[in-house]
């Protein structure tokens, strides 16, 4: 089969043939005529055949304004990755037309006619199969523990602890508060231990307060009262008196419970209590919150089973789930314009994101070309059309010399 470019160089060289021979004729009409037509033919050819090779090659060894497109390759190239991809795949154009298409139904169609529910259901396996083997139970205990710690500190307790102790004193908690506080004093006072400390302290002041003085030795011999009988007194008397401040009423009862009152409300104030609470908190964080190897044996004790039966993991409650959600995307409609929504949403996303991909494909892909390369790519896809257009250029000239000829030939006899 004949080449558009066999075929326009056969009409170029047919006309430069038929110049030649009919030169000798040109003198009378149908001789001129005929030439005219061979001539402009000619001419029209090979203007084209120079234009077209000028394009992609140097005609005749002529470098002025030829060689156009490995010349200007570089511009070519960024011209076409902006239209690429600003105008023609441009992430709005890519969603407007994403948009047209219900993408829950092509998923419907994919997973009943392409086996893809069976596809959908191997990757599943083969992933958690991955991620069962390659789970590192220490690393996510670090991780968690990592990032429970990090949050537990940036944890202001000020203001929660404030509004909860207002909140109980509202709703008369501060009752249960000061009862419990007594009622742990009175257990502290009533201890043996309790006992023993106030009797070393009666002895103590006794010593102090005889020293040297006989008088005072005297009187301490005269009204004689035993340290261990003098502690059993006051601790009873203590008892008592913390027994009776469980009455609602009385007066330090009351005190105590003003001053509570007016302490938690200014908490938020108390820049002392502050650093406390701040001290007291990072120092429970950083040595009784040790979270990360409860996490590691947690995930290890519940992982080590499961990545055993592996028929578990993969096989019965994998594919039970997956049957069950593609039963519920077929039925549902509500849940068919869901998955629609978030795979668009998710499309729109890596579109976004991924958008300076094709920047960098392009770029990656038009470097590959080398000068011979690119003029051999667009020759094989665009040559034929370049061809015809020195065909035409042949016949047209042909045509248009002898539309000349015949004018002037007119024109020459009419005026003359």
């Known amino acids: ?39 402009a033919a000619m001419i029209g050819g090979l203007a084209d055949w120079f234009a077209i090779t000028a394009l992609f090659r140097k005609p005749l060894g002529i470098a002025y ?26 992430p709005l154009n890519i969603m407007n037309v994403v948009q047209q298409y219900d993408t829950s139904e092509m998923v419907i169609k994919y997973l009943e006619e392409n086996d893809g529910q069976t596809k959908v259901k191997i990757l599943a396996q083969q992933i958690s199969t991955a991620l069962l083997h390659n789970v590192d139970g220490q690393a996510i205990g670090a991780l968690v523990e990592s990032v429970v710690k990090d949050g537990a500190k940036n944890i202001n307790l000020i203001p929660v602890l404030q509004t909860s102790l207002i909140w109980s004193i509202e709703h008369h908690y501060d009752e249960t508060i000061v009862n419990f506080i007594l009622d742990e004093l009175i257990w502290i006072i009533r201890e043996e231990e309790m006992k023993k400390n106030l009797t070393f302290l009666i002895e103590k002041a006794k010593e102090e307060y005889e020293g040297s003085s006989k008088r005072r030795q005297i009187a301490s011999m005269v009204f004689a009262i035993s ?39 200014t908490l938020d104030a108390n820049l002392s209590f502050q650093e406390l609470i701040k001290y007291y908190q990072e120092k429970i964080i950083s040595e009784k919150l040790n979270i990360g190897e409860k996490v590691s ?43 629609d929504t978030k795979i668009k949403a998710y499309l729109e996303i890596f579109i976004t994101e991924q958008h300076d991909m094709i920047v960098k494909i392009m770029q990656e892909r038009l470097n590959e070309f080398s000068n011979e390369a690119l003029i051999n790519f667009i020759e094989n896809r665009v040559g034929d059309d370049l061809q015809m257009i020195r065909i035409n250029g042949s016949l047209i000239g042909g045509l248009v010399g002898m539309l000349l000829y015949v004018i002037t030939y007119l024109a020459e006899r009419v005026w003359c």
Not at 66 to 83: G, K, L, S
Not at 233 to 256: C, F, G, N, P, T
Request: net charge positive; proline share 2%.
């Open 297 to 339: 044996a947690y995930i290890h004790t519940i992982l080590q089973p499961v990545a055993k039966d592996k028929s578990l993991a993969t096989q019965s409650h994998i594919d039970k789930f997956i049957d069950e959600k593609v039963v519920e995307l077929k039925k549902s409609n509500r849940v068919q314009a869901i998955v």
């Open 65 to 90: 304004r030829t060689e156009v497109i490995p010349r200007n390759r570089q511009r070519i190239f960024n011209e076409m990755i902006v239209f690429v991809s600003k105008d023609l795949l441009n």
């Open 227 to 265: 340290s261990d009988r003098l502690a059993a007194m006051a601790q009873k008397e203590i008892i008592k008196y913390l027994e009776a401040l469980h009455a609602s009423d009385h007066k330090l009862r009351v005190q105590l419970k003003r001053s509570l009152k007016g302490m938690v409300v």
């Open 1 to 39: 089969m004949l080449t558009k470019k066999y075929k326009a160089t056969v009409a170029l060289t047919i006309s430069m043939v038929g110049c030649l021979f009919t030169y000798p004729y040109h003198a009378n009409f149908w001789g001129g005529l005929i030439y005219s037509g061979f001539l």
